[in-house]
């Protein structure tokens, strides 16, 4: 038996993460439960997580310790499939402990882990990223 593939959208995360509002944030849930119970598989890419990420951290103002809690249990959860879940891992455990944006923490872990630098403008996130960077001059 098959199990069907579903890519998720950062607007199903982000409803059943906030619960807002109440009848969509239900019925993200019970597809996340689908997939707990191994009737589905739902693939959270990695530029969705930056949106959700995003999303929680301007519009909903959540402090980054309790998005990455959110965003790394469910990463980690039972049905999700993720790409590189490793670096996704480490890249919000670096947002949160640097204070830097998750896309340029993902950023240098992709680079590092390719041996290849980044070239940003954004020396002061970069400077505590465990990267080698290069400012265009």
Request: aromatic share 8%; glycine share 2%.
């Amino acid at each position: 038996m098959s199990v069907t593939l579903l890519w998720v959208d950062a607007n199903v995360l982000l409803r059943f993460v906030t619960r807002d509002p109440p009848e969509l944030a239900e019925r993200a849930a019970r597809v996340m439960a689908r997939a707990e119970k191994g009737e589905l598989s739902l693939y959270v890419a990695p530029l969705v997580l930056a949106e959700t990420v995003w999303v929680l951290k301007s519009f909903y103002k959540h402090p980054m310790s309790d998005i990455a809690r959110v965003i790394i249990a469910l990463v980690s959860a039972t049905g999700i499939e993720v790409d590189d879940r490793t670096i996704v891992i480490r890249a919000v455990e670096l947002s949160r402990d640097q204070n830097v944006d998750f896309v340029d923490a993902y950023l240098a872990l992709q680079a590092a882990s390719h041996g290849e630098m980044v070239c940003t403008f954004d020396t002061t996130d970069f400077k505590r990223l465990p990267v080698e960077w290069l400012e265009p001059k």
